[in-house]
C-alpha cells in the first residue's frame, strides 16, 4: 500500500462511512483494450468479493456482486505472464501474490485505480477514478439503475503518451507503459501532500498532478483533489467499469 493510500478517497468516506441500508451492488468489467487486461479487486471495508484477481480478454467481460457496506478498489493488470518457475507477474499494476488472484494485496503503483464506498452516508455510494497514484491505462465508472445524480466519470486519455520522462515506465520494447505520480517518482513532500504539505492548503496542484487533471478532468489527480474528482450515487444501482473506454 503507498502511502498517498491514507490520503484522498479513502480517508475521507471511510470517515464518512455509517451503514444505514442494505443495498448491494453488481460490478460488470468489460475490456475495450486492443489487449487482455488482468483486473484485480482489494477490499478496504467488508467481505472480500468472490474473486481478488481474473483474467479479461479483449471484448469479454465478467460481474461480481459485492455486499452493503463494502469499500475497496479495481484496478487492471497489463502485461502479465507466467515465469518459468511458475510465478505469475505483470508490468504493469502488478500486486506481487505471484498468481491471478491478488488475495489481499494492492496494485503496485502506478496504477489507474477505480475506488468505491457501498452505502457511505445518507443510502448514498461515494465512487471516483484515482490517478492518485500514477496511471497505467483509460479506465471509467458508469452507473447503471442507480438515481440522484450518478454521474458517469472517466478517464479515457493515454496519459502514456504525454508522460514526463521523470515519471515514465517503459515496457520491455521501450515504449511507455504507465506514468508515475510526482509522489512515488520524485519522493518530495510537496508532491505527497506530506510534513509541512500536509494539508488543503499548503498542498495546491503541482504542474505533475495537472498533467494528470488537464488529461482527466474528472479523475482524482494528487492527494486533495477531492471537489471535481468524488461522484456520489443513491445506493440501489450497479455499475459498469470500462477499461479503455
Known amino acids: 500500500m503507498s502511502m498517498m493510500e491514507n490520503k484522498g478517497f479513502f480517508a475521507i468516506i471511510l470517515a464518512l462511512v455509517s451503514i444505514s441500508g442494505s443495498y448491494s451492488a453488481t460490478f460488470t468489467f468489460t475490456n475495450n483494450c486492443p489487449y487482455t487486461v488482468w483486473p484485480g479487486t482489494l477490499t478496504g471495508n467488508g467481505d472480500q468479493l468472490s474473486s481478488t484477481?481474473?483474467?479479461?480478454?479483449?471484448?469479454?467481460s465478467t460481474s461480481l456482486d459485492a455486499p452493503a457496506g463494502w469499500?475497496?478498489?479495481?484496478?487492471?493488470?497489463?502485461?502479465c505472464f507466467?515465469?518459468?518457475s511458475g510465478r505469475f507477474t505483470c508490468t504493469t499494476a502488478d500486486c506481487a501474490?505471484?498468481?491471478?488472484?491478488?488475495n489481499g494485496a494492492g496494485a503496485i503503483p502506478p496504477a489507474t485505480l477505480l475506488e468505491f464506498t457501498l452505502n457511505g452516508g445518507g443510502n448514498n455510494d461515494f465512487y471516483d477514478n484515482s490517478l492518485v497514484d500514477g496511471y497505467n491505462l483509460p479506465a471509467s465508472i458508469t452507473p447503471q439503475?442507480?438515481?440522484?445524480?450518478?454521474?458517469?466519470?472517466s478517464c479515457p486519455f493515454s496519459i502514456n503518451s504525454i508522460c514526463p520522462p521523470e515519471l515514465s515506465v517503459a515496457g520491455s520494447d521501450g515504449g511507455i507503459v504507465a506514468c508515475k505520480s510526482a509522489c512515488e517518482a520524485l519522493q518530495q513532500p510537496q508532491y505527497c501532500c506530506t510534513g509541512a504539505y500536509s494539508t488543503p492548503e499548503t498542498c495546491p496542484p503541482t504542474n505533475y498532478s495537472k498533467i494528470f487533471k488537464d488529461s482527466c478532468p474528472q479523475a482524482y489527480s494528487y492527494a486533495y483533489d477531492d471537489?471535481?474528482?468524488t461522484f456520489t450515487c443513491a445506493s440501489g444501482g450497479n455499475y459498469l467499469i470500462t477499461f479503455c473506454p
Open 53 to 60: 484477481g481474473f483474467e479479461l480478454a479483449t471484448g469479454a
Open 71 to 79: 469499500s475497496g478498489r479495481f484496478w487492471a493488470r497489463t502485461d
Open 227 to 229: 471537489k471535481s474528482s
Open 145 to 153: 439503475g442507480g438515481s440522484g445524480g450518478c454521474s458517469s466519470t
Open 82 to 84: 507466467t515465469d518459468s
Open 97 to 102: 501474490s505471484g498468481q491471478v488472484g491478488c
